[in-house]
């Protein structure tokens, strides 16, 4: 593609995606601490990024990883931050810095297994105290829905992984419509209700569609967007749990490698909103 | 390096215990300020719960009937009757609440003072016959007469035939209640019903019904809002206090926001701090157009500050459904800090059919911190600002001060900020703002 406004946009056009993802992800928490009574305390934003990043970097350093950056470590801990509540100021910068060493420590097929910030909000769940998720946080706002769709379409068709994320919320989404509205006889405005709600589609966005967790060919995708959905519905639905999106992404992430293995395709590489690889 | 960052990080925690406020108790705004306001207390521990109604039901008894959806049949242990004044308890020890200071004397040495103590349903006509209908699918699992109540729990296979088995037994069921019942007896679930015994409630020498209280186990931890909302007119108030051990409860469907708080506001609203707190839940109501649940109170069950009512007693807390408490203590039970291990979080919901399409659903997180609707007052030094020069800077701050009360206010509450100053007689003061205009200085 060649552009003639000029050098900035040239510019803009080639920086990666996951910088664009970053700049969206700091507005949501900006808003979100401003508007919405996110119960986060500057400190805890601070110590997340700090032991987040320290953590990263001596990784890099320790396997001689020094070309690449802190852009994914970055967009993890603005996802920590968005999702995970604490009363101590330990449990972010502590889940931070465990979830980064994961991305180093645990990679079969010679890539990181767990969506980082899905695997913190799970360890965060499981052995911290004082810390929960807050699935109500952004409200059923209409408004705060299209933007995140908006946001979120920007970045995932860009990300070339926008099939997923059309796949979960399609699976996701008859689901409850066959079982809980036709069969149970729930209203539409209930259904509207659950995926009006921030939460669902950020997650649906922005942690389901990171590329390097997810399955690597096409059809494998969507296996994998389908039992993330089915394992989510009884979360949330049969057994009265809360958080089935998450633990949903976090128990399908097992068959990953496996899903891998049987579709074999070649690892994604983070791109340019120009298409060229960063 | 890392080993000594990672250290200094585990050593600081977000302090939880509250600082003790000198302020006196002085009003608070309880739920007898609202029309229509359902009362409900709801006691839980895994999966074990305890649902105790307020029906604060006005009309004929005869006429009274509640349905309540329920996860199983209830055996006669499992329903109870409560008693109204665990309700006013629980009310008034977790209303929002005015407090006040007096400013010291500016001319004198601060004083230390000491630490204030603080102890540590739809409604229809009378059901003429209960009876089992086999041809609509209705069963009667259970008829048991608790107190003034006729209870009868029913299990049914389509919500048509319910609808018609209540109206044939002469419950006054609204229109559209079929389509209501539904999803409750797809997902099997029954259906208490309760209707007054006229003629035990004779024997009970009351004018009012008593709290009707059930223990059942589900992993459900919801209120069945829904069904209540069928024939209402406008919207509708519901409180609901949640007693669990560890932490506070928020809505796993709904934004869950706590109402602002700590707040000065001018020393007038002393007189009417009930208007004050209704017109601040109404804009704040209307700011979320009616689509979130309040926190007004969130605190451990051992102790309050400063204190609207004592704390409930451990025979109260057992009365409500707390069955995790240790039995031989007479008192709470003292956790380390002063607390007992259980928690109370108050919620407040205004709701329309429209803005709450679904039931209630909770999760208790394991958020501790103490949280409360605390407005304060704060009386001026009645001095003279030649007494010394601090009283000068004093005078200058106050008159900053209740301009920011009086905005506060407009804000909280909506009302016009001149009507605030008239009330405060802040008129003939000087304008802050303008005093403070450059260009006042060179004309």
Redesign the interface.
Known sequence: MKYHGGHFICAVWKLDIRLWQLLIMASLLLAGVWF??F?L?P?QIA?TF??GL?TQA?FLRLFKLEQHGFLSATITCFGLCLLL?S????VH??VA?LVMASKFLIRPQGAHLFNPANLGVVLGLSFF????V????????LTTALWLIAAGFFIARNAKRLDITAYFLLFYASLFLVI?VA?????L??F???FQ?GALLLFAFFMISDPMTIPRHHKARILHAAVVAVLAYIWQYQ????QGIIWGLFWATFLVPLWNHLFPAPRYQWQALSGEHT | MTTRLIFLLLALSISQTSQAFCGFYVAKADASLYNQASQVVMTRKDDKTVLSLMNDYQGELKDFALVVPVPQVLTEGQIHIGDAKLFKHIDDFSAPRLVEYHDEDPCQPPVMYEKMMSAPMPTAAMPQKAKSDKSLGVTVEAEYTVGEYDIVILSAKESDGLEKWLQASGYKIPKGASAALKPYIKQNLKFFVAKVNLKEQNKTGLKFLRPLQFAFESPKFMLPIRLGMINAKGPQDLLVYILTEKGRVESSNYQTLKLPSNMDIPVYIKDNFADFYKALFETQVKKQNLRAVFTEYFWNMGWCDPCASEPLSYEELKQLGVFWLNQNSNAPQVMSGGGVPVQVTRLHVRYTPDSFPEDLSFQETRDTENFQGRYVLRHAWQGKPEQCEAAKTYFEQLAKRHEQEAKTLAELTGWELSDIKKKMNLNDAPDQESTDQWWKKIW
Do not use: C, K, M
């Not at chain 1, 807050?134 to 706002?141: A, E």
């Not at chain 1, 069969?183 to 209203?187: A, D, E, F, V």
């Not at chain 1, 057994?239 to 809360?242: A, D, H, I, S, V």
């Open positions: 919405r009574d119960s305390y400190a110590f700090a032991a320290i001596i509540r009363s101590a100021l330990w910068p502590a810095s105290p004082e810390t929960w807050t699935s109500g946080q952004w409200g059923q706002d809980r069969w149970y006889g729930y209203t405005p209930v509207f209700h659950q709600n057994l009265y749990w809360n």
